[in-house]
């Protein structure tokens, strides 16, 4: 059974930079798309955007709203992929959350990251 562990968020001042990152477990790394997606803070029912994907054959590819600023990378070695986020705002607060789908998706806990001066 697939297992995801993210860790990394925090509180940062705007312009500043995080890592998020995800460790893997339970199949083969490898084989799986990885996705990071977030949820910020509102009315109950937000969806989650999608963030940034890299897929198995390593295609990356990123939100609008992020592209630029954010890197997604997979490190198939140690079974992790990571979120380096730059040049934050304000509007990047929100949950983040990694994600593993092969044949189904299977979600970590999620990390919070925060924004503010």
């Known amino acids: 059974q697939v297992r995801l562990v993210e860790s990394g968020g925090g509180l940062v001042q705007p312009g500043g930079s995080l890592r998020l990152s995800c460790v893997f477990s339970g199949s083969t790394f490898s084989a799986y798309t990885m996705s990071w997606y977030r949820q910020a803070p509102g009315a109950p029912g937000t969806q989650r955007e999608l963030?940034?994907?890299?897929?198995?054959?390593?295609?990356?590819n990123y939100s609008d709203s992020v592209k630029g600023r954010f890197t997604i990378y997979r490190d198939n070695a140690n079974n992790a992929v990571y979120l380096q986020m730059n040049s934050l705002k304000p509007e990047d607060t929100a949950v983040y959350y990694c994600?593993?789908?092969?044949?189904?998706?299977?979600w970590g806990q999620g990390t919070q990251v925060t924004v503010s001066s």
């Open positions: 963030v940034a994907t890299a897929t198995s054959g390593g295609t990356t």
């Open positions: 994600k593993a789908r092969r044949y189904i998706s299977t």
